[in-house]
């Protein structure tokens, strides 16, 4: 039994059943589109969000259907906005299999992305779970701004951390805190606990993105080198902006330039990793981790003790100590 499998005993009879509720959530009488569904939920993830809805529901009280329908429409509307990013990315892989644009073309994956889309509405709505909705909207709103908000900064000033932490907290935390928020509004009133385990999905969701940016200069695989796909892509992450901020004006110019070219080349993406390992970006990109770590766990420890709070501890540790 993998570390995942020991976090999710509290609620493995929940995610269990969760898969028949998603199943159902988006079945359909078109042929094709019951096919794409089929290769979607046969390649899903890990599924991490419905695991931070069930979890934090259970923290508080007990699973009901309210947690389903959260769960349900969160893992919609993030399926959704993956499709749409690889469309958008022009990516032919997700999770090491084929992504639905690179089978079935842009078209139809824009189409399915907007059923999922779809779907997500109706379930909330059927349900009358109107604040689930409104939760879960706002995640997206913030998401879809972090994108265009990154978008526009991307030929701009490459040392604003301000930015940088506004960027990440729209677009990759907005939807953990989503699901720890829905998690809470599925079992109790108490808008005071709402907001509280909102900020513990957001500081959780920041220190996921941060080891994502991390992990993009460790070295993995059978060739030892680093993956450099956000080097490859131009993008100024915590690492590279830290180590910039510890550069002088000359430095930083080169590595910039050098980021900036169209080469993508394992020799650039070495010396830019070099470079950031020298100037302490890797090291200080560390310490925010852990920084936003603790900041979750402080706001974990004023809950009463079970083994959901527990797992939600593992699962903090999980997100932040993985390969890849």
Not at 2 to 9: A, E, P, S
Not at 42 to 59: C, D, E, M, S, Y
Not at 127 to 140: C, F, G, H, N, P
Not at 242 to 261: D, F, H, P, R, W
Request: charged residues 25%; aromatic residues 8%; positive net charge.
């Amino acid at each position: 039994m993998d570390k995942l499998d020991i976090i999710k005993k509290p609620v493995e009879k929940e995610l269990n059943d969760f898969e028949k509720h998603f199943r159902n959530s988006v079945n359909s009488p078109v042929p094709l589109l019951d096919i794409i569904n089929n290769y979607i939920i046969r390649h899903k993830g890990k599924q991490i969000r419905p695991l931070f809805v069930f979890l934090t529901a259970k923290l508080l009280g007990d699973v009901n259907k309210a947690t389903f329908t959260a769960a349900t429409l969160i893992e919609l509307l993030h399926t959704s906005t993956l499709l749409h990013d690889d469309v958008v990315d022009e990516s032919y892989e997700r999770r090491n299999h084929f992504s639905i644009n690179a089978i079935w073309k842009t078209k139809i994956a824009v189409l399915v992305g907007d059923y999922f889309l779809s779907r997500g509405l109706l379930v909330s709505i059927a349900d009358k779970q109107y604040e689930l909705l409104e939760t879960v909207s706002v995640a997206v709103e913030e998401m879809i701004a972090g994108e265009l908000l990154q978008i526009q900064s991307a030929s701009k000033s490459t040392k604003n951390i301000e930015n940088y932490f506004s960027i990440i907290e729209k677009k990759t935390a907005s939807l953990i805190a989503a699901c720890t928020k829905c998690g809470a509004q599925s079992v109790t009133t108490n808008t005071e606990t709402h907001e509280a385990l909102r900020k513990f999905g957001l500081y959780a969701g920041i220190a996921f993105q941060i080891k994502d940016d991390l992990l993009d200069y460790q070295k993995t695989g059978l060739s030892g080198k680093p993956a450099g796909n956000d080097i490859k892509e131009k993008k100024f992450t915590l690492p590279l902006i830290l180590a910039l901020q510890n550069s002088s004006t000359s430095e930083s110019k080169k590595i910039i330039k050098l980021v900036k070219t169209n080469e993508n080349s394992s020799k650039k993406i070495n010396e830019v990793v070099e470079y950031v390992i020298k100037k302490n970006g890797i090291k200080q990109s560390e310490e925010y981790l852990n920084l936003y770590k603790s900041k979750a766990l402080d706001i974990l420890n004023q809950f009463t003790e079970n083994e959901a709070k527990k797992s939600l501890v593992s699962l903090i540790d999980y997100v932040i100590s993985r390969n890849k």
